[in-house]
Structures are given as C-alpha cells and as structure tokens.
C-alpha cells in the first residue's frame, strides 16, 4: 500500500491521517506530504490502520501514539493521566512572571505543569503531587526523560506537604461538573482528572481554603478553572483573605485562570 492510499482508507481528517502514519511508519510529516506515491513496508501498514481504526473509535491521537507536547517539553501520556491542553500553558506562562525559589503544582497528572516551571527555574525547588499512583508513574518517567529534578509526592492535594510552605501553588484540578455534557466527550480520560462535584468547584474550595497555609508571605496561587468559574474563584479567593485577586484569558479569549497572593 503507498502513503497516498493508506491516507485514503483512514477514513480521518487530513493532519490527524498523516501524524498517525507519520508515527506508524517513521517517515516525518514533511515526507508524508511530499511522497504519496512511497510504499509503506507490512508493518507499517498494519500499525497504521490499526491506529486509525482506534481513532475512528474515538481515542485521542495523543493516547494512540503516546506523547503530547506542552510547554516545549514532548511528554509521554498515557490513559492514566490528562491529555495537557495548550491553555494550560497560560499556568506556566504566569507562574514565570515573578521570581520563586519554591513551588508546589497540585494534581501533576503527566507532570507537564512541574517539569515546564523546573526546566525554567531550575534553581527552584519544584514539587508535584498526584493522588493517582498511575500518574505519578507517568509522570515520574517523563522527568527522567527530560533529567528534570522534581520531587514527586503521592497524595491527597495539601496532605503531602505537612507544615511546607512555599512561594508558588499551582494547580490545575477537575473542574467539570458531575453531569456536565462535556464529560461524554472526554470518556477516555481519567474521570479523577476531570470530574468536579455537582457545580465543579469541589477541588478548587479545597485548593483555595488550603493555600493560605502553604503559602510564604507574599506567595503566590495560581488555579486553573473553567468557563463561567473565574467569579466564584476570586470571590472563594477573596474570602480566603488572599489579596490582588485577579483573572486572566487564555488566547481564546476565555478567563481561564485566576490568581491571588498571600
Ligand atoms: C485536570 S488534571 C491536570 C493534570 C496536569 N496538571 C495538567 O495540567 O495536564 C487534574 C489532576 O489532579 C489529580 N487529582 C485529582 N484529585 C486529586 C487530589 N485530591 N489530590 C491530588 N491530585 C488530585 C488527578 O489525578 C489529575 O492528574
């Protein structure tokens, strides 16, 4: 079979068609696009429409090949952890704005929030915590991966750092709310790293009532939420006696994080 046929009996959209057989066969995109007429060896062939069958059945191209760049840094993901987003990056890209010898990001998943801030700062000491053993692992590989020393903790959001405290949290945690239409469309990703309680806010009533008692003086926390959440966070950061309390957009425009200090 060549290139030009394979991509033909995908049965996929375009980009995903050629990424997926770019990563089953080894040639670049760039060939894909410029030799349709090479033939694929069996191999190839097969893994190819194998992962396009996988795909056709709804998994996500960054499972189906097992990697996903964020922040620079190509991290291997599995279904044990979050596909990171490209609005995540605004968490990271906030967290660098200002100096820190000390940061904690809460609910790592792959590790990407931790590992982009230490491959910044690697001065700083970083610390991640996940209450998933799974993810850790994950994310414990793609810090070897990348030689990123961070120091990994298993456990339930605060519960790990005892007394600690810091100059930066970080977190970007489940915000969907239980019954959300959007959860039908994430069904391969780990309900943990997703779901919310009945409005949403459950982990992030947590995170905020927490921070205060993690934080250094003047320290930093910085929350990931969702669309039409940024008022409740600052007014459930605001209460919690946190100061200069404010939101920003992602670049679609959608206020996506919002942050305060101690
Ligand atoms: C939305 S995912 C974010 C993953 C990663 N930080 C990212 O941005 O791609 C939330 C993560 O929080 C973890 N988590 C959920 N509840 C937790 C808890 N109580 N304590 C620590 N981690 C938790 C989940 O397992 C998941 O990995």
Same mark, same amino acid.
């Given at each position: 079979m060549t290139i030009a046929e394979a991509l033909g009996a995908a049965d996929l959209e375009?980009?995903?068609?050629?990424?997926?057989?770019?990563?089953?066969?080894?040639?670049?995109?760039?060939s894909v696009i410029a030799f349709p007429e090479r033939t694929l060896s069996r191999e190839a062939e097969e893994r190819f429409l194998s992962f396009a069958a996988r795909r056709r059945r709804?998994?996500?191209? =960054? @499972?189906?090949?097992?990697?996903?760049?964020? @922040?620079?840094? *190509?991290? !291997?993901?599995?279904?044990?952890?979050l596909i990171p987003r490209p609005e995540t990056e605004l968490l990271v890209e906030l967290s660098l704005q200002a100096e820190f010898s000390s940061a904690v990001d809460l609910g790592t998943g792959s590790g990407a929030l931790a590992l982009a801030l230490k491959r910044h700062r690697p001065g700083?000491? &970083?610390? !991640?915590? *996940? =209450?998933?053993?799974?993810?850790? !692992? &994950?994310?414990?590989?793609?810090a070897v991966k990348h030689g990123l020393e961070v120091e990994f903790r298993h456990g339930r959001w605060f519960e790990p750092l005892a007394?600690?405290?810091?100059d930066l949290l970080i977190s970007n945690p489940p915000y969907i709310a239980l019954g959300d239409p959007h959860l039908a469309g994430l069904g391969h990703e780990p309900a943990q790293a997703l779901e919310a309680g009945p409005?949403?806010? *459950?982990?992030?009533?947590?995170l905020v009532a927490g921070a205060a008692r993690h934080l250094n003086p003047g320290g930093r926390l910085l929350l990931e939420h969702g669309l039409g959440q940024d008022a409740e966070v600052r007014g459930l950061m605001q209460v919690a006696g946190l100061r200069g309390v404010r939101t920003w957009p992602d670049l679609a425009g959608i206020p996506r994080v919002t942050g305060g200090k101690a």
């Amino acid at each position: 079979m060549t290139i030009a046929e394979a991509l033909g009996a995908a049965d996929l959209e375009a980009r995903e068609a050629r990424l997926l057989l770019a990563e089953a066969s080894g040639f670049s995109q760039a060939s894909v696009i410029a030799f349709p007429e090479r033939t694929l060896s069996r191999e190839a062939e097969e893994r190819f429409l194998s992962f396009a069958a996988r795909r056709r059945r709804g998994e996500p191209v =960054a @499972y189906i090949v097992g990697h996903k760049e964020f @922040y620079g840094l *190509e991290l !291997a993901v599995t279904p044990a952890v979050l596909i990171p987003r490209p609005e995540t990056e605004l968490l990271v890209e906030l967290s660098l704005q200002a100096e820190f010898s000390s940061a904690v990001d809460l609910g790592t998943g792959s590790g990407a929030l931790a590992l982009a801030l230490k491959r910044h700062r690697p001065g700083a000491r &970083v610390v !991640a915590v *996940e =209450a998933s053993a799974a993810a850790l !692992a &994950v994310a414990r590989r793609n810090a070897v991966k990348h030689g990123l020393e961070v120091e990994f903790r298993h456990g339930r959001w605060f519960e790990p750092l005892a007394a600690e405290r810091v100059d930066l949290l970080i977190s970007n945690p489940p915000y969907i709310a239980l019954g959300d239409p959007h959860l039908a469309g994430l069904g391969h990703e780990p309900a943990q790293a997703l779901e919310a309680g009945p409005d949403g806010l *459950e982990h992030l009533r947590r995170l905020v009532a927490g921070a205060a008692r993690h934080l250094n003086p003047g320290g930093r926390l910085l929350l990931e939420h969702g669309l039409g959440q940024d008022a409740e966070v600052r007014g459930l950061m605001q209460v919690a006696g946190l100061r200069g309390v404010r939101t920003w957009p992602d670049l679609a425009g959608i206020p996506r994080v919002t942050g305060g200090k101690a």
